[in-house]
């Protein structure tokens, strides 16, 4: 790409630290607080079955394209596709991708950062001992208090917001590198240790029955899009976010390879968290369709019930807190970016404000938990609505354009320099899944969902 406009850009110090930023920014509530719950909601096995698949079909040859724009553009998500859509001699409505991934950005952090905010007062009620040999009835006791309480979960989402823009602040380099070092390992040692606890209880199979056994007569049309879009939610598609992260990429990495151990990664821990809670929540009679409270509801129970598990209680809900940190300052960097590089707005200011306004939206899920639980749009509260109009829709339509722009726009010759695999094989294999098998296949799913197919 030419380089007529100096990057105000910084760049990963190699690519261990890129996987590292990427991981961080893919592995964080989605796999640990929203696989198992809407897994629950969507009756387990075929769910998940239809996830995986959309993971592989979908998720990987998209992620392989979003690091390459940004890789190639070496800017902005804006800015990309101005540039990008240049180089292809495309129309200019492609713009318009690159800003609805910066929106969907604001809209998602809003409503994860109120629920990193539960993470983080969970630190304090495990230091409290609020959870020792507490039944299942007294930890929902425990949750429903918390979240009807509009006044504590605006000072938790307060303080998250703090801390995400803090990093954000100091720039990607220097925020994100250095704490996911630490932060992978122990929050695959904690998962290990809950899988181990699960093992222990009688109803471990049937929670891996639940998990991974499908009944396909349980799967709604709504389910698969759900799943569909958790595909994309829990990867970083489709907005844009992966694509700031690709262009702070050095050329040169080989983008594949990469793209292949960060989605590895990311559902492995998502599978985890799977079969950690389904056997504490058949255990202990509690239902897997119980919502967006269920890791709050059951994994409390284990720490009050395990040697140890006063620590092991404050270790898994600071590394949860850190793994949502790792993945909001990629839901904020694209506003960011575009408001530094574009609007000529310090670094510290344009924190200031696209943190303000964020925060603003996320009362919005704050009452819906509390004192707006009756107010509903199409039957659902705001909380519900930002998550599906953003996880299941603008995901999923981001991650079609982008698709198609990779695979019909851009000139051919230009996506095989930048991804630059060492085998014709595997460029192909890439080609004909992102020109045809990934947007046809969201496409047919939203067919099927609006009723046509
Ligand atoms: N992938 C994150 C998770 O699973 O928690 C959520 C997320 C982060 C979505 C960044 C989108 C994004 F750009």
Redesign the pocket.
């Known amino acids: 790409m030419t380089d007529t406009k100096k990057s105000v850009h910084g760049a990963w110090s190699s690519r261990f630290a890129f996987i590292l930023a990427a991981t961080g ?7 640990i607080w ?1 696989f198992p719950y809407i897994t629950g909601e969507n009756g387990g096995g075929a769910f998940v079955m239809v996830y995986l698949l959309c993971v592989l079909l979908i998720g990987i040859p998209i992620m392989i394209a979003e690091t390459m724009l940004g890789r190639r553009s070496q800017r902005n998500p804006v800015e990309t596709m101005v540039l990008l859509t240049e180089e292809a001699g495309a129309d200019k409505n492609w713009h318009y991708l690159g800003w609805m991934g910066v929106i969907a ?1 604001v809209l ?1 952090l809003s409503y ?1 950062s109120v629920i990193a905010g539960w993470a983080s007062a969970y630190i304090l009620k495990a230091f409290t001992g609020s959870f020792f040999d507490a039944d299942a009835a007294a930890i929902k006791g425990i949750f429903d208090d918390f979240v009807g309480s509009p006044m504590q979960l605006i000072f938790w989402h307060s303080l998250f917001m703090v801390a995400t823009m803090q990093i954000v602040a100091r720039g990607v380099n220097k925020g994100l590198e250095k704490s996911m070092q630490l932060l992978m390992p122990a929050l695959f040692v904690l998962m290990i240790l809950l899988v181990a606890y699960a093992m222990t209880t009688e109803s471990y199979f049937q929670g891996l029955n639940f998990l991974f056994k499908p009944d396909f007569s349980k799967l709604s049309s709504d389910s698969v899009l759900t799943a569909m879009g958790q595909a994309f ?4 598609l489709g ?1 844009g ?1 992966i694509m700031v992260y690709g262009s702070y990429l050095p050329k040169g990495v080989p983008i594949a390879k990469t793209t292949f151990i960060i989605a590895g990664a990311d559902t492995v821990v998502a599978l985890m968290a799977g079969i950690a809670i389904f056997p504490i929540v058949f255990a202990n009679n509690l239902h897997p369709g119980s919502g967006p409270g269920l890791i709050f509801q059951t994994l409390p129970i284990a720490f009050g019930a395990m040697t140890g598990g006063w620590l092991m209680g404050i270790l898994f809900f600071v590394t949860l807190v850190i793994a949502a940190l790792t ?1 909001s300052v ?2 904020i960097e694209p506003v960011v970016a575009w408001l530094v590089e574009n609007k000529g707005f310090s670094r510290q200011k344009a924190c200031v404000w696209s943190g303000l306004a964020t925060w603003l939206l996320g009362l919005g899920t704050v009452f819906s938990f509390n004192v707006w639980s009756n107010v509903k749009f199409f039957d659902r509260n705001i909380f519900q609505l930002l998550d599906y109009v953003t996880a299941n829709l603008m995901l999923p339509i981001g991650g079609f354009c982008i698709a198609v722009f990779a695979g019909w726009i851009m000139k051919r010759e230009n996506t095989e320099q930048e991804l630059n695999m060492p085998d014709a094989a595997g460029y192909q294999a890439w080609k004909i899944l992102i020109s045809y098998v990934a947007p046809t296949a969201v496409f047919f799913v939203f067919l099927h969902v609006i009723g046509v197919l």
Do not use: E, R
């Open positions: 920014s893919a592995v964080g509530l989605g796999n929203k950005g998602i994860y939610f829990t990867l970083s907005m976010s993945s990629a839901l």
